[in-house]
């Protein structure tokens, strides 16, 4: 049997890890940022531009070509793709390519494409 004692409201029965985690929590600010963080990957288009940056590199009218889109689209989600620290930009001549911002954006992005896939074949076997 499991002891269990009071802490605050409710019953706990694992108090070192209820401790590890209170520990470990991040502040409201850093919660706040994750939650832009998804929101701002929350959108299809914008997922579809990253999408395309995980093969290479790309100009606007590059993107906007592959997506079937208009120029000024992409251009206004690549601005906030860009504020989010989620790509860079880098110019040569007249031309200005995007890219992922650093390999944790693409890892994520990379994980979440495999960690759907995986589910997916989950689900048809089940």
């Given at each position: 049997?499991?002891?269990?004692?009071?802490?605050?409201?409710?019953?706990?029965?694992?108090?070192?890890?209820?401790?590890?985690?209170?520990?470990?929590?991040?502040?409201?600010?850093?919660?706040?940022?994750?939650s832009?963080?998804?929101?701002?990957?929350?959108?299809?288009?914008?997922?579809?531009?990253?999408?395309?940056?995980?093969?290479?590199?790309?100009?606007?009218?590059?993107?906007?070509?592959?997506?079937?889109?208009?120029?000024?689209?992409?251009?206004?989600?690549?601005r906030?793709?860009?504020?989010?620290?989620?790509?860079?930009?880098?110019?040569?001549?007249?031309?200005?390519?995007?890219?992922?911002?650093?390999?944790?954006?693409?890892?994520?992005?990379?994980?979440?494409?495999?960690?759907?896939?995986?589910?997916?074949r989950?689900?048809?076997?089940?």
């Open positions: 049997m499991t002891d269990t004692f009071s802490m605050g409201e409710g019953m706990v029965l694992d108090a070192e890890t209820v401790d590890l985690v209170i520990a470990g929590m991040p502040g409201e600010g850093r919660f706040n940022e994750l832009e963080f998804f929101k701002i990957l929350g959108d299809q288009t914008r997922l579809k531009i990253l999408y395309a940056l995980t093969i290479s590199e790309m100009c606007v009218m590059d993107i906007a070509a592959a997506l079937n889109m208009e120029r000024t689209a992409i251009s206004h989600q690549l906030t793709l860009k504020s989010a620290r989620l790509v860079r930009a880098r110019r040569d001549g007249k031309s200005i390519y995007y890219s992922f911002d650093d390999e944790h954006v693409s890892g994520i992005f990379e994980l979440s494409l495999e960690h759907l896939s995986h589910k997916s989950w689900e048809e076997e089940a």
